[in-house]
């Protein structure tokens, strides 16, 4: 009689679906997305239906779906929660529940940091990413907050600006705490790094440092130089430290330096006669309205660019950084 397949370890289940066994683990022990079997003392092991199960998570919070209900779902085995690629998304009514409490958490902040009150701001912030995750947080509390604060900050003489300074030091700390746990496994990977940088003259790093969480989730390795890193100081750090990928974000298309991006993805390391590119994403929406050079990319959202960067660092790591990086252009 044959025996029965023991299943496979959460690394390597999260290899084959793309995730960070961190994740992993946090649906566990959030949601209870975990293996179905497991034995005190020993690896746990993931079954067929086990894996069906993630699966479904997987494809549900990728559209964007909160991972409390996309759990839900998954462990009911129903996928009506994300319409299929050929159909027409559902209205704003049919996900009710979800986006009213979305909604509510985004009045909730932006009332706190009127209030100047930073330990509402905390709570707040942590409570949306540990139940959205960090994309859809960003994507449908964070980002919308501070667009609301600066838009009240523009449209009253002036007043607000310090409701927009402690809103954003309280949103790049929440986004610090989140991946500051998955930057110790990063660092183990020996996978080359991303080169996360604004343009000369902009100084919005906020959109960075979300990547950057993003990015540490996932087990990619950063090097974040934040703000207004001057051209030749970021071709140095190309230089010297072989990046899969380098970052350009630019707020406005005043700041956007399309010479800049092309001198970076022309610099070369590494011995000659083997000498290497890097890839190069310009992020943010100043760089609208012209297509990427050879070598670049422009992803349209959180999403996409961590997509993006992941498989950029794993065929770097792998060998194949110089097809990936020419393959994307």
Partial sequence: MTEPSPGLTSGAV?????????????????????????????????????IAVLQEMCRLTAAGVPPAEAARSARAGAGPAVPAADEAPAPPAARGAALDDVRRELRGLGRAAVRLDSEAMDALLEAAIARYGLVTAWEEVLAPALHAVGRKWETSEDR????????????????????????????????????????????????????????AELGVPTLMFGAAVPP??????????????????????????????????????????ARSRTAVLLTGPGWAGRTPGPGMLRPTGLREALSLLRGLCVAARDGEGAAAASGGS
Avoid: F
């Fill in 14 to 50: 999260a290899r084959r679906l793309g995730v960070a066994p961190t994740t992993l683990r946090s649906w566990d022990r959030r949601y209870g997305i975990g293996p179905a079997a497991h034995e005190s003392g020993r690896h746990r092991r993931w079954g067929p239906h086990d």
């Fill in 160 to 215: 607000y600006v310090e409701v927009e300074h402690l809103l954003s030091w309280h949103v790049s700390t929440a986004l610090r705490r989140v991946g500051a746990a998955g930057r110790a496994k990063a660092s183990e990977t020996g996978t080359p790094p991303a080169l996360l940088a604004c343009v000369p003259q902009e100084q919005h790093t906020l959109p960075l440092e979300a990547l950057a969480a993003g990015l």
């Fill in 232 to 273: 030749e100081a970021l071709a140095q750090a190309v230089r010297r430290t072989g990046p899969a990928a380098v970052v350009l974000w630019a707020q406005a298309r005043s700041t956007a330096d399309h010479t800049l991006a092309r001198h970076v993805a022309d610099t070369s390391w590494g011995v000659r006669g």
